[in-house]
């Protein structure tokens, strides 16, 4: 079983481009999609990519993710961040026995 | 427009059995590709995924968790339930009800609001 392996938080300012990474400790990260939620306080998660690296329909296109099979990761960028960015950010991919793995969450600040 | 939305008690003691219900619309859990599952979520902590049903009746549930937990479904009320038993304190957090198939089977499309559950004498 792998886990995913999330910075503990990020910040940046206003109008900026953040990147979040999620780094898979074993067997390949391409071996199956990632998925991004943000989570803002006192809601639900909600779907911000799915499949790697697409968007569902009402997700701007600021927001963006690939995988790096050099580094084993995968890494959720956002970009003109505004402060309604300001949330927990989690990664999500898959294991035959427990489908839905969850990495440990980003706290992402927008100051 | 999917919708869902958990109910169930607020507080339980410990060894009391737990059972959820997350009323759902805008989907039919009748029609291929659908499935309804159940994250849990303890404060300051990451989801953790419980126990999903699929639309042709396929379940699977958590492995560290699977000796206490049932999940059902009730096609005609368009609900389904989860049950948890022997519940504890660690067991303390929002449960949460979810959706897939719109973007795929294993796809989380949609999220209920949550329902904070707390294990205590």
């Known amino acids: 079983n792998f886990m995913l392996t999330q910075p503990h938080s990020v910040s940046e300012s206003p109008g900026k481009t953040v990147t979040i990474s999620c780094t898979r400790s074993?067997?390949?990260?391409?071996?199956?999609?990632v998925y991004w939620f943000q989570q803002r306080p006192g809601s639900a998660p909600s779907l911000v990519i799915y499949?790697?690296?697409?968007?569902p329909s009402g997700v701007p296109d600021r927001f963006s993710a690939s995988i790096d099979i050099s580094s084993n990761s995968a890494s959720l960028t956002i970009s003109g961040l505004k402060t309604e960015d300001e949330a927990d950010y989690y990664c999500?991919?898959?294991?035959?026995?427990?489908?839905?793995?969850f990495g440990g969450g980003t706290k992402l600040t927008v100051l | 427009q999917i919708t869902l939305k958990e109910s169930g008690p607020t507080l339980v003691k410990p060894t009391q059995t737990l059972t959820l219900t997350c009323a759902f619309s805008?989907?039919?859990?009748?029609?291929?590709?659908?499935?309804v599952g159940w994250i849990r979520q303890s404060p300051g902590k990451a989801p953790e995924w419980l126990a999903v049903?699929?639309?042709?009746?396929?379940?699977r549930s958590s492995p560290s968790l699977k000796s206490r937990l049932t999940i059902t479904r009730d096609s005609s009320k368009d609900q389904v339930a989860l049950t948890v038993t022997n519940m504890d304190p660690v067991d303390t957090a929002t449960y949460y009800c979810?959706?897939?198939?719109?973007?795929?089977?294993?796809?989380?499309?949609?999220w209920g609001q949550g329902t904070l559950v707390t294990v205590s004498s």
């Open positions: 979810f959706h897939l198939g719109m973007y795929g089977d294993y796809v989380i499309d949609s």
């Open positions: 805008g989907f039919s859990l009748s029609a291929s590709g659908e499935g």
């Open positions: 049903i699929y639309w042709n009746d396929d379940k």
């Open positions: 074993s067997g390949s990260i391409a071996s199956n999609y």
């Open positions: 499949e790697d690296d697409l968007r």
């Open positions: 999500q991919s898959f294991q035959t026995d427990n489908p839905w793995v």
